[in-house]
């Protein structure tokens, strides 16, 4: 079955250091791959995604992923956290194709402490 | 360029009412999406309008739930009769080329309490 786990519910970083949130999924073929953020009271932007290619992507707000195959994973990654990136973050997989419906994980809630 | 904007933000209804959300894509934008998360679960797919037509509505929980793209430019979507399980927020989404815009825009999304 197509599944996307992301084994963290909620982390807590303080300011300044680093961040991972874990991805896997589970899929027929190598999907497209998605990160999304859902800060309060907002809808969800599209903090990088993985088509093809450089398997480690830059996305906006300083966060990057990287794509390993053989593990099925794709983690977002910053490396000095701010306290405005506390906020809900979605891993998503999609087929290859147009107007394909997203797989979402369960989301992390990231808070960061000062 | 206008993002996607979804109607109301909140709503509260008593169970076995009717609700009726509403989406205005991007302009142009073709492909128009729902999306729905219930409290403590993941993101769910909905259904896919290409314009006016439903192009894979294999998400849709069950025959209360009714949607509708007339024209090909806004979408509505109705719960008829409300129950509690319904409630969660319903996101829409949108995109023209998929591909070259690196994906959907997502609209804030209806927060739905049913009562």
């Known amino acids: 079955a197509q599944s996307v786990t992301q084994p963290d519910i909620h982390i807590t970083v303080s300011e300044g250091a680093s961040l991972e949130l874990r991805c896997n999924y589970s899929?027929?073929?190598?999907?497209?791959l998605f990160w999304y953020v859902q800060s309060p009271g907002q809808g969800l932007q599209l903090l990088l995604k993985y088509f093809s290619g450089d398997t480690l992507v830059q996305g906006i707000k300083g966060f990057e992923a990287e794509f390993k195959r053989s593990q099925s994973s794709f983690n977002l990654r910053k490396p000095s956290v701010h306290w405005s990136d506390a906020a809900e973050y979605f891993c998503a997989v999609g087929a290859r194709q147009a107007g394909t419906a997203l797989i979402f994980g369960k989301g992390t809630t990231l808070s960061v402490s000062s | 360029e206008a993002g996607v904007t979804q109607f109301p933000s909140h709503s509260v209804i008593e169970k076995g009412q009717t609700v009726t959300l509403r989406c205005d894509p991007i302009s142009g934008h073709d492909n128009l999406y729902w999306y729905r998360r219930v409290m403590g679960k993941e993101i769910k797919f909905l259904l896919h309008f290409v314009k006016e037509s439903k192009q894979d509505e294999s998400g849709m929980p069950n025959n209360r739930f009714l949607a509708e793209r007339t024209g090909g430019t806004y979408s509505t979507l109705k719960v008829q009769p409300a129950e509690l399980e319904d409630s969660g927020v319903y996101f829409c989404?949108?995109?023209?080329?998929?591909?070259?815009?690196?994906?959907?825009?997502f609209g804030s999304g209806t927060r739905l309490t049913v009562v």
């Open positions: 989404a949108s995109s023209q080329e998929f591909i070259r815009e690196g994906g959907y825009t």
């Open positions: 899929y027929g073929a190598t999907p497209y």
